[in-house]
């Protein structure tokens, strides 16, 4: 074996020798003599032709490294043509270094099996073309491994979508690791072009700087065959940039289309805890948008962190459907202005809250159940308690609330309720129909098995608990409730602890009086804990009143029941007969048989008078004061006193 340089091996006109060594520095290997070798295939990595013709071959097994075709991995030196010396081979691994300088395209066609950049490949140019591009069109890129790692060493302006740092073409069963793709207007796209992008393992780590940081799509071959991005899975990485990063100008995490609309279902992408943290600044006017979805149905992606974005976390469009997005960290908003909008979305904070839905309770509209107690302001909600915030009272009516077509309006000093049985179930949710800015604040009374209140002095204190998000204060109004500390409208979850009973949930204003239209209360755990409103009622679902309302616009067939009747012949309730403010109400209904029967009060009691024994036939009202009537069958004889009561005295029996 014979050492020497590929200089002086290229320099030779005579046969070295059958076995020769090069001392190069990252070219060091062994070659040997072909003398069937083509004399124009020297590609100074695996080939060398000599000044005399003779053909020697590098003796290799595993991958080339691009240093053997004379790339230098400093960051600088411009390795355009060596690394281009790559393309034919199958098997290549990069070095351990600041990376390779490129001012071109790099194209592997689709026999590429094994890529791994340990070190970056760097576009020094200045135009707005692809980096790297692996694989063909209509062509499958079957079982590859690839590790890629591209970045551009100015940032593109964003202004052009052939700025691509990385092309992926119709992988299938592969495993892809994007290690770093970054600064381009497209970091990375995966695409099928006439065949299908499809089955494959994606590694994702850093996705930096870019407009777009992953594209998946799809276009037609020459040949019209559809391509198609589908059944592909991503796990982890970081799509993010800094807010100064072509200022004004918008940039998105993930974009699901398609190139030229021949196949629109790119579907069952299943993206697993990516990181989207594209730096929004509510100053800047451009968007900072995790997933676009236009041309994409049944896509996942699943426990996202959503930090520093815009307000909209995704956005679907023409007939994507059936995606679903959920989030680890963060909150979740979706633009959905697809023709099917299906979206399934779910932020961390309310995973509990969306997957609860044993409704124990649910109060229907408010406002059209509630009415006028007193017919002025008095107000009654059938079903339900209201109190005042000075006490623990359960009432049947108050004043300070009002009610309108849509809502309940309730002030600070008011609230509406009723009781739970918690003495096994003991997480609850709480939503409710607001008008927006008004959802006033809930509030929660604990009792014990004795039917004490429950306060902050307790050992047990605090007796209820919330998500980290809605805290829970211990106030002293309602005889002592935990109250949510803003106005808000959002879903409540909490827990009481073991030593509570039963607990009243009451609605109140807030720093605004709440519009609240509904509720509904939901057990957590599945069970079916008792609910009821402290009250014993004349009707559940009908209101109560000691005259029909004066006030208020009300609709033809509202009921109200008379909660003031104490004789027999007075009228059970009130219905309105005709629309309006207030509307028409006439009675209904006579307590008692009145056909035969009147009632007569006298002092604390009532006389059910059997008008056959009277020695008159007129009903009682018809009488001026100061009239006399005989009942002979029981020996009375009555006197009208006043309009509402009679005297009585004993007089001879008659039957």
Known sequence: MIETTIGAIRLSTVLLGQLLYTTDLKQEGHWYYDPLGSATGDNTGTVLVSAGGQVYKRIYTGPVIPEWFGAVCDGVTDSTVAIKRLIPFSDIEFSVGLGYAVNDTITFPNTIRRLIMHSPLIYTGNLNVPLLVIGESGKGLPLADLKINVRRKDLSDWTSEESIGVTVINANTSTIQIINASRFTIGARFIGIGAGFVYNSIFLTNLFENKIHLDLTNKSSVANDIGWCNENIFMGGKFAGFSSTNKGKSRYGVRISSMDGTYTNNNNNVFLKPSFELRFTASDPAEAIPILIINGNNNTFKDIRNEDNSPVTARISNESTENEITTGFGNVVVEDFSSYPNTRKVSSRQKLLTEANN?????????????????????????????????????????????????????????????????????????????????????????????????????????????????????????????????????????????????????????????????????????????????????????????????????????????????????????????????????????????????????????????????????????????????????????????????????SLIT
């Not at 109400?585 to 009147?598: D, E, H, R, T, Y």
Request: glycine share 12%; aromatic share 10%; proline share 4%.
């Open 359 to 651: 409704v124990i309770y649910n109060s229907g509209s408010l406002s059209r159940l509630a009415v006028l107690f007193n017919g002025i302001d008095s107000v009654n909600v059938p079903g339900l308690f209201v109190g005042s915030s000075s006490n623990a009272n359960v009432q049947i009516a108050v004043n300070g609330i009002a009610i309108d077509e849509n809502y309940l309006e309730i002030n600070s000093t008011r609230g509406i309720g009723l009781f739970v049985d918690s003495d096994v179930s003991k997480q609850f949710i709480v939503r409710r129909g607001v008008k927006d800015g008004q959802g006033g604040r809930v509030n929660i009374r604990c009792y014990d098995a004795s039917g004490m209140i429950l306060n902050n002095t307790g050992p047990g204190h605090p007796y209820v608990k919330s998500a980290v998000y809605m805290v829970l204060t211990y106030v002293s109004s309602f005889g002592g409730v935990y109250r949510t500390g803003t106005d808000s409208g959002s879903d409540v979850l909490f827990q009481v602890g073991p030593e509570v009973k039963y607990f009243s949930l009451i609605f109140s204003g807030g720093t605004q009086p709440a519009k609240i239209n509904s509720f509904s209360i939901t057990s957590v755990d599945g069970r079916h804990p008792t609910v009821w409103s402290g009250l014993d009622e004349l009707g559940y679902e009908i209101g109560v009143a000691t005259m029909a309302p004066s006030t208020g616009s009300w609709k033809k067939g509202k009921r109200v029941l008379n909660f003031s009747a104490s004789l027999l012949g007075e009228p059970e309730g009130w219905m309105c007969i005709a629309d309006g403010s207030p509307g028409t109400w006439a009675p209904f209904g006579k307590i008692g048989n009145v056909s035969n029967q009147i009632a007569i009060q006298t002092g604390n009691s009532t006389d059910v008078v059997n008008k056959v024994f009277l020695n008159t036939n007129y009903p009682l009202p018809d009488y001026p004061i100061g009239t006399t009537v005989s009942y002979y069958n029981q020996g009375k004889e009555y006197r009208r006193e006043t309009a509402t009561e009679w005297s009585v005295k004993t007089i």
